[in-house]
């Protein structure tokens, strides 16, 4: 037969079907209960037994009881471990909010007292800054000043080298000069000295001598000629116009009413004809 919970007077009452776990003790904060009462019931009972129907046995709960009846919700772990975990976020948050006001309220006392904490400088610290800084600006001021000089010097080595090329084309007749000799060559052979001879001829270009000069020196800086290579040019181009022994070929290319090359320049063009 089933036990029943019997609590003492003063106890509160047990939730129906509620059997407590093996080694349940009553809470201290409880009345203790009268000298004899009986803790446990058979469900057949009517009523509460007092300490008069008390037996050892009775204060002790069945072991079929214990054993077989459900735990309550209020003992059960997945109940309990949320409900405490809750119960614990409450108490920490009561005591963080608890604790905000009296942080912020010290943070400005700690910035105050920092503030307050910062020895004052002496009057020779406070030159030695003015004086670095005072250094330091004139430093800047230096390297200011050195690269705009460098950027000035550029400028006019810029300008001077334009000029320079500018200079380098020559006068208006000078580059006329130049574009006529430039013409010649792809046409025809010749020396150095003949081609001056047709730029300043009155039955040629007609430019003063000057002007033929400078075209003709332009030409030879520029590697824009090549006197052997024109010498070799002008023996085969004889060649091809009539016979020539060797040195009537030699006396051709050198003479002054022929093509006026040199010596040297006349060998090496007669030496690839094959004389």
Avoid: C, H
């Avoid at 003492?8 to 080694?23: D, L, M």
């Avoid at 446990?40 to 072991?63: H, N």
């Avoid at 006529?180 to 001598?209: K, V």
């Amino acid at each position: 037969m089933a036990a029943r919970f019997n609590p003492a007077p003063g106890w509160p009452a047990a939730p129906e079907g509620w059997s407590p776990e093996p080694g349940w003790k009553p809470d201290p904060s409880w009345p203790a209960a009268p000298e004899g009462w009986q803790l446990w019931l058979d469900d057949a009972s009517a009523a509460p037994v007092g300490p008069a129907d008390l037996s050892p046995a009775a204060t002790t709960p069945p072991q079929d009881a214990t054993d077989k009846s459900p735990k309550p919700w209020f003992k059960k772990k997945r109940f309990i471990i949320p409900i405490g975990l809750v119960v614990l976020s409450v108490f920490i948050g009561s005591l963080n909010g608890g604790d905000a006001p009296a942080q912020e309220a010290a943070e400005p006392a700690a910035t105050a007292q920092g503030e307050k904490a910062e020895p004052e400088r002496s009057a020779e610290e406070l030159a030695a800054e003015e004086e670095a800084a005072r250094v330091a600006a004139e430093q800047r001021a230096a390297e200011d000043a050195a690269e705009a000089e460098a950027e000035r010097v550029a400028a006019e080595q810029e300008a001077a080298a334009a000029a320079a090329a500018e200079a380098a084309k020559g006068t208006v007749s000078q580059q006329n000069a130049y574009r006529s000799a430039e013409s010649y060559l792809s046409y025809t052979a010749f020396s150095r000295a003949g081609l001056i001879g047709q730029l300043t001829s009155e039955y040629g270009a007609g430019f003063p001598a000057a002007d033929a000069e400078f075209a003709v020196a332009r030409l030879e800086a520029e590697g824009g000629v090549d006197w052997n290579a024109e010498a070799a040019e002008a023996a085969k181009s004889y060649l091809e116009y009539t016979s020539f022994s060797r040195q009537g070929l030699l006396d051709q290319l050198t003479s002054e009413y022929g093509a006026q090359f040199t010596p040297e320049q006349a060998e090496y063009g007669v030496s690839l004809t094959g004389l």
